[in-house]
């Protein structure tokens, strides 16, 4: 690998903002017509310091605080929800290697990808597994030093085109998680193509057989892939997806406000109709509460609050549902000029329905929201 590309500085909302308007927007609808983010684009991420915000400073990252890591995600949702949920991804990786991989393993790995060089993925959904990671159906076999995986895991995001995956699974029974090198011998990639909305996140199929990896590849304890390391990174995954919610609902709102202002019907423009003008109300709104929310949740999780964890799954399920409030608004009021492939709120629509699913659906989050305040 070439010397680390170090971001020229530490990230802030505004200076994402503008990368995000000069290079994610523009080439938002071709990434979603062509179901691909391109490797240059997570190169020039690199270098505005988007890949490693995640990563600790000693290894090269620019580890942002969660209120700055939350206003990024909403900047990058507002552009393109594909490349944000990309970005989710590396956190979801980098965070739990960061905490509980070995400093090999950091050293190998935490610097290379926060310089874009290395793409990574984490594997849990599987085709018969889904939220209940208790049941995952992979499994692992230690023998004469190595790791041996079987199993198959499905709608692994950026799988396609990821140098290396956080793959969790069964070892007697009890919870790993794996570093497995792309290329590695028994693992196969088959990329999938169609997802309805997030359509350049490069999802694929992995199937493992007799994949073997030396057992320095274990991130973690055995026993703790599930409880500690999976958690770890659903929890900051669930974070960031709420913040790209935020961003997302607020493209919603942005575009209805400059298109309702534009279209005349009977004699003035769509804004100044009261029912518009209500859906514009509700858009407001949802948008700021859901900020809110995630703001609550950013500050406790930077404070170490074990209440964080329960502030994040209300900030998700609120957001992602704004999110599709918001894109189911932005499609009313654009009428059948918004149905059409191509129009930002076509592609709107279909990407908030998978904000409400990803990280653990709405239902889960009911759930899970309810056993935590012991309903």
Known sequence: MNTPLKATS????????????????????????????????????????????AVPVKYGGTAVDYATLGAIHEELGRGYASVQNACTVFGMVCKPLARFGSEAQKHKWLPAIAAGEVIPAIAITEPMVGSDIAKLETEAVQEDGQIILNGRKKYITLGQIADVFLVFARLNGRGVAVLVERGTPGLQIDPMRGLMGLRANMIAELTFEHCS???????????????????????????TTACGSVGLAQACLEQSIQYAGERFQFGEPLRKHPLVQKMLSEMITGSKAA???????????????????????????????????????????????????????????????????????SQMHELQIARNFRL
């Open 291 to 361: 900020r809110e929310l995630c703001a609550a949740a950013g500050r406790l999780r930077e404070q170490g609050d074990p209440a964080a964890i329960t502030e994040t799954l209300v900030a998700k399920y609120h957001a992602s549902k704004t999110a599709v409030h918001a894109a189911d608004h932005a499609l009313q009021i654009h009428g059948a000029s918004g149905c059409m492939s191509g129009n930002p709120v076509e592609r709107f629509y279909r990407d908030a329905k998978i904000m409400e699913i990803i990280e653990g659906t």
């Open 213 to 239: 990896v030396p057992v320095e590849n274990l991130v973690g304890k055995i026993g703790f892939g599930f409880t500690h390391v999976a958690n770890y990174a659903l929890d900051e995954g669930r974070y």
């Open 10 to 53: 530490v990230p802030t909302a505004l200076g994402i903002r503008q990368f995000v308007d000069t290079h994610i927007l523009p080439q938002a609808a071709q990434m979603d017509q062509e179901q691909e983010i391109p490797r240059a684009l997570f190169t020039e991420m690199a270098a505005e310091g988007l890949t490693g915000l």
